[in-house]
């Protein structure tokens, strides 16, 4: 049998101030005075028998060899000092510290008063400068998650809400405190339902009754922590659970090295009708390394276990205990019948069974009562802990559960981005918006219009000059339709905005698709004043177009068609008057050669001239063109390109969280 005592590293040696004699006089009563009314004291002799056995014992195993007594003498010290925790100044004294870090508690004091006879003596305190608490080590491949984590985190606090990082940050939080805690412990709570029998297999692991058990519900009112070794004060600590509800076992050799290291906590019951006891349950459970689901063979299918417990928790199989207990009801072959059927559950639940080798949940059957099965759980608890893997690998469940939350606002399985030709559609838009098509026509239009003015014939050219100084424009029409064109490309522009921001949110999870399209929308503010800048600076140059080589040729041919047929006509002339000598042939076909050449020559030019008007025109086109691409990509392209990139990272860390690279 085991018995329980407190975990205070704290030696006394003596009786502190302010404890009074008959305590003493109480406390070496021997445990069957408690337990057994009937029973006389023991003689002094054998109370000095006794405590020398206990000395032996304990200088056996390594402890103090000075016995008990003291150690006796110090715990009533201890819970004496209780009453000092009140003091006018407010500074409770160091023996009134230990014995509220560690104390035995109502619970306890009503085991030695019930089952003292069926105890052995408590052991002694582990001496000061014990075994320290090494902190937790995480593996490299856990570190590289976390750190691609917390990046993740802190690249998507202003994309997405604190409330979808929450879960994110909390695994960060509870990795960093666990991490600088004890890793030579491993913390395993013992949950259930009500009636399922998880405080007396916390008692029967524990050997001896630690955990209140009864009829009565809810019975486990508060977490009852017992520890197997030295250390684990911080991780209590952690749990909250206070020190009057610490205890430790007696440890014999054979037991010491199969469960040093394991830091049980019975908690409340999950169904309780308490509302605190559920809260209590659900914090702790976020918080330990393992958890031993504790079920019976009523309340083993109960909906609620498996949708509000098992089935969330399936990813934490790794570190998960399921137990078939009170198997001491089922008659024959009904316990493995039961225990299929759970295991069938839990298949349903996603929870990954540890069969055939392959990591899961342990799923054993056993009875707390009669102790059939106790043994293979405690020996595969021994080995659980053993192994020191849990709290890595809890951690490392944790952000599983944290990356599948996640998943929906970084994945989406469609490929997302802005393709190249989305990019020339916007540019396409743009240009369509500042009317560059249409400057390119006119000034290809200007071109050739220079042109037949430069080649023309004289009479033409002032012909033309004639029609233009008699249709003076007015001025009324172009500022209306200007003012209409103006309305027309400012809504074009938003047009291509619209559609290029929908382009690259395509296939993007919903809050990136938001913040692309809110980048488009912030870089389009003033997106049409700049495109009419633009339009200025890059639009036709002053004065009139270029001149080829070749225009002083064709001009110079055009004058001598001109002086030609002016020599032929004062040739006619003067034949007509008499002052030459009639020879119509030589007159005339000068005439004609100067009228049929100068249209000619005209012609020609306006042949020549398309060509290098139509490249003229394309060269303003394109100017004005990349003017507005370069404006809409500056402002509007490369904002939305910003937030593909971020999302890219992010997309990539998400990648490296999960463990499996960008998908």
Same mark, same amino acid.
């Given at each position: ?35 057994? *009314? ?88 582990? %001496? ?21 984590? *917390? ?18 940050? *909390? ?68 749990? /909250? ?131 059939? /099965?106790? /043994? ?11 192994? *020191? ?14 990356? /599948? ?148 040729? %064709? ?109």
């Amino acid at each position: 049998m085991t018995a329980v005592t407190d975990q205070d590293h704290t030696e006394h040696t003596g009786r502190p101030k302010g404890t009074a004699r008959g305590d003493d006089r109480r406390a070496d009563r021997s445990p069957g005075e408690h337990g057994h *009314r009937g029973e006389t004291a023991a003689a002094p002799e054998r109370r000095d028998s006794r405590r020398e056995r206990e000395r032996e014992r304990e200088h056996e195993r390594g402890g103090d060899p000075r016995g008990t007594d003291a150690v006796r003498r110090g715990d009533r010290a201890g819970r004496g000092d209780h009453a000092e925790r009140d003091r006018p100044n407010g500074a409770p004294s160091e023996a009134t510290d230990c014995a509220d870090a560690w104390d035995d508690g109502l619970i306890a004091r009503r085991v030695n008063e019930t089952d003292g006879a069926h105890q052995l003596p408590a052991v002694s305190r582990p %001496a000061p400068g014990g075994p320290g608490a090494v902190p937790l080590a995480y593996d490299g491949p856990l570190r590289a998650r976390l750190d691609a984590l *917390r990046e993740l985190v802190g690249l998507s606090r202003t994309r997405l809400d604190n409330r979808t990082l929450a879960e994110a940050g *909390r695994v960060l939080d509870e990795a960093g405190a666990r991490r600088r805690l004890s890793g030579r412990h491993t913390v395993v709570a013992i949950a259930g339902a009500t009636g399922s029998g998880k405080s007396q297999l916390f008692n029967a692991l524990a050997g001896v009754t630690i955990s209140e058990t009864g009829v009565r519900r809810p019975t486990t009112a508060a977490p009852i922590a017992c520890s197997w070794s030295d250390g684990a004060a911080g991780l209590l600590d952690r749990l /909250g659970i206070p020190g009057r509800l610490r205890r430790r076992p007696l440890q014999y050799p054979d037991v010491d090295s199969q469960l040093r290291g394991l830091v049980l906590v019975d908690l409340p019951d999950h169904d309780s009708a308490a509302v605190q006891h559920r809260e209590q349950v659900d914090r702790i459970l976020a918080l330990v390394d393992a958890v031993i689901w504790v079920v019976d063979p009523e309340k083993y299918a109960d909906a609620l276990l498996h949708e509000r417990y098992l089935r969330p928790m399936a990813g934490h199989a790794e570190v998960m205990f399921v137990v078939l207990n009170q198997i001491d009801r089922l008659p024959g072959e009904a316990a493995d019948q039961v225990l299929d059927d759970l295991r069938r559950l839990l298949d349903e639940d996603g929870v990954a069974l540890g069969e055939y080798g392959e990591p899961g949940a342990n799923v054993l059957a056993l009875s707390a009562l009669t102790g059939d /099965g106790v /043994g293979e759980l405690r020996e595969a608890l021994g080995q659980f802990v053993a192994e *020191r893997g849990a709290p890595a690998r809890r951690i490392s469940a944790d952000v599983d559960v944290a990356a /599948g939350r996640l998943r929906p606002v970084y994945v989406t399985g469609q490929r997302a981005g802005l393709s190249e030709e989305a990019r020339e559609e916007f540019a396409d838009r743009l240009a369509d918006a500042v009317g560059a098509t249409a400057a390119g026509e006119a000034a290809e239009r200007a071109w050739l219009r220079n042109a037949g003015r430069a080649c023309g014939t004289p009479w033409l050219r002032l012909w033309r000059w004639y029609q233009d100084r008699r249709e003076p424009p007015t001025g009324r029409l172009p500022l209306r339709v200007q003012a209409d064109e103006e309305a027309t490309a400012r809504q074009r522009v938003e047009q291509a905005v619209r559609v290029v921001a929908d382009r690259a949110s395509a296939g993007l999870p919903a809050p990136w698709a938001q913040a692309v399209r809110e980048a488009a929308v912030r870089g389009a503010q003033g997106l049409p004043e700049a495109l009419d800048e633009l339009v200025a600076k890059a639009g036709l140059p002053p004065g009139r177009p270029p001149r080829p080589g070749w225009w002083p040729v %064709a001009v110079f041919a055009q004058a001598c068609m001109t002086l030609v047929q002016v020599v032929g006509g004062l040739w006619l002339l003067g034949q007509i008057i008499g002052l030459l000598s009639p020879n119509l042939g030589v007159p005339v076909l000068l005439m004609l050669s100067g009228i049929i050449g100068g249209p000619v020559i005209e012609w020609s030019c306006r042949m020549a001239a398309r060509g290098p008007a139509r490249r003229y025109g394309q060269e303003a086109e394109r100017r004005l063109r990349e003017a507005a691409a370069g404006c809409g990509r500056a402002r509007v392209l490369d904002a939305v390109a910003a937030e593909l990139l971020r999302y890219r990272e992010v997309r990539e860390q998400y990648g490296r969280v999960t463990g499996a690279g960008v998908r």
